[in-house]
């Protein structure tokens, strides 16, 4: 049944967001009718507004919502109407990296993800009042909305005590950052781990460092403010990039060793050819900051040869989100992930003054709250 929801729309490149009135059709077969309570706001929305990633506009973002499903398609099997949701990527279910467990990586990504269309109708589920096809399940759910028609694979079920406002937004900065660690470089106990940026994705890499009993965690950022909530969060030690030289205070604080693993969320070339100079013998350097199309790092392959050093880039940190967003529920519940220290609320109408207080930094992770 096709109803009218309210949305904030992505009209063009770099425009702001408008709030509006949209018709949300029916749910297809393997879709369920989400009513938002929350939504994230992410590096990733901002960059699809501002055209880096070609989602056609206008669309409706957002990617990272929580919120209770009221009706299922005809073909949906893990939710029902009145379940608990938080949301993470789409992906396909058939491509061989989804059949092998590895759905962060599946083929499909794109067009699952960013394609701003239903993959398997190639229709959009949004319109505006006088008919204008609007871009939508983004990332499969297309959050800046009261109402969403979500693909299945996107959505996560979680207890009714889950307080969906605070946790909205576990499903994609929250999950990469942590992910990575405990996903895809699983350190031993005490290994050295430092964390190349402190925003969402580098805190949430620096709380998994905790949990995983890493040591020394060391932050890396320009901002003391931000290393000082990173401290707090967990790291042994912090580094201010722009006043001191991270390579020599890394290997000081290895005691001349190098790091073991070092995690980059910022995707700036010249960070990454630096880091991997502070690199420990077999240790590895994993990117997840999204850097444009083209982007290059020249790395040193002669002398470094017999390090046996890695560089690797990881999606979403390596996560079924079915099957992490519930340990990091349960990390929380444990106050090992206290993610409630990186939010500041908004409501809809405010929406472009969160992603003003997030691109200057004075916010770490806007939530919207329906
Ligand atoms: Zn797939
Ligand atoms: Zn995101």
Redesign the pocket.
């Known amino acids: 049944m096709t109803t009218t929801i309210t949305a904030a729309v992505a009209r063009g490149v770099k425009a702001p967001f408008t709030i509006e009135q949209l018709h949300l059709d029916a749910v297809r077969p393997n879709e369920a009718r989400v009513r938002l309570v929350a939504t994230g706001v992410?590096h990733?929305d901002a960059i699809v507004r501002d055209g880096v990633y070609p989602t056609p506009l206008p669309a409706v973002l957002g990617?990272?919502g929580a919120g209770v499903v009221e009706e299922v398609g005809t073909a949906v099997t893990t939710v029902k109407p009145g379940d608990h949701v938080l949301m993470s990527a789409a992906y396909c279910t058939r491509c061989l990296q989804c059949r092998t467990g590895h759905v962060a990586y599946c083929e499909n990504l794109f067009a699952e993800d960013f394609g701003g269309r239903r993959t398997s109708y190639g229709t959009t589920s949004l319109r505006s009042l006088d008919g204008e096809e609007i871009s939508s399940h983004f990332f499969g759910q297309s959050s800046f909305a009261t109402h969403a028609n979500v693909v299945e694979s996107a959505l996560v079920p979680v207890p009714q005590d889950v307080p969906l406002a605070a946790l909205a937004f576990l499903g994609?900065?929250m999950q990469t950052g942590a992910g990575s660690i405990l996903n895809e470089l699983r350190p031993a106990v005490g290994s050295s781990i430092a964390v190349s940026g402190s925003g969402a994705v580098g805190l949430a890499a620096i709380m998994a460092a905790r949990a995983a009993s890493a040591n020394p965690i060391i932050a890396i950022d320009v901002h003391d403010s931000r290393l000082a909530l990173a401290k707090e969060l967990g790291a042994t030690h912090t580094i201010n990039a722009r006043s001191s030289d991270t390579v020599k205070e890394l290997l000081r604080l290895t005691g001349d060793r190098g790091v073991n693993y070092i995690l980059d969320t910022t995707g700036v070339a010249q960070v990454l050819v630096n880091l991997a100079t502070a690199l420990s013998i077999r240790g590895t350097l994993a990117l997840v900051g999204a850097a444009r199309p083209g982007t290059e790092a020249p790395f040193e392959i002669g002398a470094s040869l017999v390090r046996g050093w890695t560089f690797k880039t990881i999606v979403q940190g390596s996560s079924v989100p079915q099957d992490f967003i519930p340990r990091l529920v349960s990390l929380w519940r444990q106050g090992l992930f206290p993610v409630e220290k990186l939010a500041r609320t908004y409501k809809l109408e405010q929406i472009n003054q969160a992603f003003a207080d997030s691109a200057s930094g004075a916010v770490i992770k806007p939530v919207i709250v329906f």
């Open positions: 992410c990733t990617h990272e994609c900065g």
